[in-house]
């Protein structure tokens, strides 16, 4: 059985069909949407603000019942990485005690949560919330793991940088038990040096109004570091409809669909479909985008050409060295599946673009030193006179 995490665009027909996809397919099952809400929210999440539903208190108590009448669950996200220390506060502590508790009369049961902190501080109140640790966690090893279940966590989404390290996930299953998610649709480069950094901005930027710059900043060096190289395009940790298997096969039965930011304009209901079926002949990365027509600069991957990538990575155990200066593999398959003709006019217009739209750069150039600080006590400390006699 496969278990399905599934953004929520926190519409009541979109539940609907997803109630219907569950009664269709017998072997996947959508268990769970997961958001948070933007309208008078204190409390960061995963995601940005400016591209989030626009979502209070009220609409998501609507939402979680109707989800539960449903058959779904709801898991409310309050997983950033950083909360400037106000968790620890006592002022802050209270809001978010106060908060938890507006969140248990919404009837949300599940929390999706980064801090040990703020795991600490959910478990010390009376309401009995279910804990999912974030892929923010960064669990990449069964010790990782095992230390956020005995905190008393329920479930944890693997760091995606190990999707394709089948030991490794292997033995993060055997150590946590069943509660092993991973993200399928994954659309980041596999080795970023921004992930890290580019989840703090975020935390900052997901309350009530994001920067455009900070925004920005990551989006411009995401693309540009993607397309260095076409090949990267398989660098990214992606797991295909078909290969599901891989995962069921070594007792992984939770997947998530990242893509809250795509859930108002993409298509999310017929991502998740081909998830269901296991099968999917079209461009992958529209796929991992959830069909969202926005996202510019789209290089096309053919799925079906990357029938029996997988299976390298799956047989050997640390197939993958991370050092692709001495390794050809997935350009080799790259070439199979995209058409490096048409990739590189659009890796070409999408440097022009970035390159050319990069706020951070131009503050850099335009902003002059700050005058130094006044020292304001230089002058008075060269004329006291320190004559004690
Ligand atoms: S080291 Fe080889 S298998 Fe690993 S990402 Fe690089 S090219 Fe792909």
């Keep these: 059985m496969k278990y399905f995490s599934v953004p929520a665009d926190f519409s009541k ?33 995963g995601r940005t603000v400016n591209l989030l539903p626009e979502v209070g ?10 989800s539960r009448e449903k058959n779904i669950d709801f898991n409310y996200t309050m997983n950033a990485s950083y909360m400037g220390n106000r968790e620890f506060e006592s002022q802050t502590i209270a809001a978010i005690k106060t908060f938890l508790g507006e969140l248990h009369e ?30 923010i966690c960064q669990v990449t090893n ?12 329920d479930r944890i989404v693997v760091d995606e940088s190990i999707n394709r390290d089948f030991k490794t996930l292997e033995r993060i299953r055997n150590c946590f038990g069943s509660g092993v998610e991973i993200i399928a649709n994954v659309i980041c480069y596999k080795n970023c040096i921004y992930r890290m950094f580019h989840y703090n901005q975020i935390s900052g930027d997901s309350i009530d109004q ?3 710059t900070s925004c920005d900043f990551f989006v411009n060096r995401c693309v540009l570091q993607r397309y260095q190289n076409i090949s990267n395009l398989l660098r ?12 069921t096969g070594i007792g992984i039965n939770y997947f998530k669909l990242q893509g809250r930011q795509a859930v108002m304009r993409g298509d999310p209901v017929k991502a998740l479909e081909y998830y269901f079926k296991e099968d999917y002949d079209g461009d992958l990365m529209e796929l991992l985008d959830m069909f969202d027509p ?33 390794c050809s593999y997935c350009e080799t398959f790259a070439k199979k599946c995209i058409d490096f003709k048409k990739a590189r006019e659009v890796v070409d217009m999408a440097k022009e673009f970035y390159c050319g739209y990069d706020d951070y750069r131009q503050m850099l150039q335009d902003t002059e030193p700050a005058k130094p600080v006044e020292k304001l006590f230089q002058d008075y400390s060269m004329n006291v006179n320190f004559d004690f006699e």
């Design 236 to 247: 990214i940790n992606w797991i295909r409809p078909e290969d599901l298997h891989y995962y």
């Design 294 to 326: 926005m996202t510019r600069f789209r290089v096309r991957m053919d799925n079906k050409e990357l029938t029996g990538f997988i299976d390298a990575f799956y047989r050997k155990e640390n197939f993958c060295k991370n050092d692709c200066t001495g």
């Design 106 to 135: 919404a009837g949300v049961g599940w929390l999706t949560v980064t801090m040990p902190s703020l795991i600490e501080l959910v478990r010390s109140v009376k309401y009995d919330f279910r804990l999912k640790a974030s892929a």
């Design 142 to 153: 069964p010790d990782k793991a095992l230390a956020y279940k005995r905190m008393g966590v």
């Design 210 to 212: 994001a920067n455009k």
């Design 13 to 45: 027909q979109t539940i609907d069909k997803y109630a219907r996809l569950n009664e269709a397919y017998t072997g996947s099952k959508v268990v769970e949407t997961y958001g948070n809400i933007t309208v008078d929210n204190r409390w960061g999440s």
């Design 57 to 66: 208190l009220d609409k998501l108590a609507e939402y979680v019942s109707y």
